[in-house]
């Protein structure tokens, strides 16, 4: 069973950035997938990037050219770095991470953008 960690939310004004951690108990290697969604208040959870094992990345259009999620492999963790943010991004995000057959969540991390 893998366990993820998150850490890096808060509070920032829109235009400013925030660097999303996800560290997993086990090594990456073994993990296929990994990646962050989001869910709003009200809304539904959507899948804001993720990162093959290859390193092979995928962006919501919503995000394309602001947030760029990566991952270390010696340290075991996923990053999502978030530039330009805006109120609209305010949200909880969660970090998960796909091992076979089974899907992995973190407990999820309060980002608020405020105008």
């Known amino acids: 069973q893998v366990q993820l960690v998150e850490s890096g939310g808060g509070l920032v004004q829109a235009g400013g950035s925030l660097r999303l951690s996800c560290a997993a108990s086990?090594?990456?290697?073994?993990?296929?997938?990994m990646g962050w969604y989001r869910q709003a208040p009200g809304s539904q959870r959507e899948l804001v990037a993720a990162i093959t094992r290859d390193g092979t990345t995928n962006y919501a259009d919503s995000v394309k050219g602001r947030f760029t999620i990566s991952r270390d492999n010696a340290k075991n963790t996923v990053y999502l770095q978030m530039n330009s943010l805006k109120p609209e991004d305010t949200a909880v995000y969660y970090c998960y991470a796909i091992l076979g057959a089974y899907n992995y969540w973190g407990q999820g991390t309060q980002v608020t953008v405020s105008s």
């Open positions: 086990e090594s990456v290697f073994s993990i296929n997938d």
